[in-house]
Nanobody
Framework: VQVAESGGGLVQPGGSLRLSCTTSESLINVNNINWYRQAPGKPRELVALMIIGSTGIGRPTKYADSVKGRFTVSTDVAENRAYLQMNSLNPGDTAVYYC?????????????WGQGTQVTVSS
């Protein structure tokens, strides 16, 4: 399963960005789409977890405390994309953001990652 993120860039504090995640597998067959981020010199950290239902519609199950109320995850089944909407961005959100897809093949669960997209929050 191929995973790719897009939508990163430079944004001023208080601004918004929407990251997109595409997979080579239909969202209907994906079990989870999760978002992580890694800031320079820091370990990768969880941003949001999302369960994907049998219809491809996502349901968030967890947000990191640092992004609650500001970030929202969703899916667009027609586009076969998952999104991370980020509002009220601050410099602390600067990081490489990764999309992670989990797909249950029956005898094992595949764990797939994109290459990441850079988000820089700076004035």
């Amino acid at each position: 399963v191929q995973v790719a993120e897009s939508g990163g860039g430079l944004v001023q504090p208080g601004g918004s960005l929407r990251l997109s995640c595409t997979t080579s597998e239909s969202l209907i067959n994906v079990n989870n789409i999760n978002w992580y981020r890694q800031a320079p010199g820091k370990p990768r950290e969880l941003v949001a977890l999302m369960i994907i239902g049998s219809t491809g519609i996502g349901r968030p199950t967890k947000y990191a405390d640092s992004v609650k109320g500001r970030f929202t995850v969703s899916t667009d089944v027609a586009e076969n994309r998952a999104y991370l909407q980020m509002n009220s961005l601050n410099p602390g959100d600067t990081a490489v953001y990764y999309c992670n897809a989990l797909r249950d093949w029956g005898d094992y669960v595949g764990d797939y990652w994109g290459q990441g997209t850079q988000v820089t929050v700076s004035s």
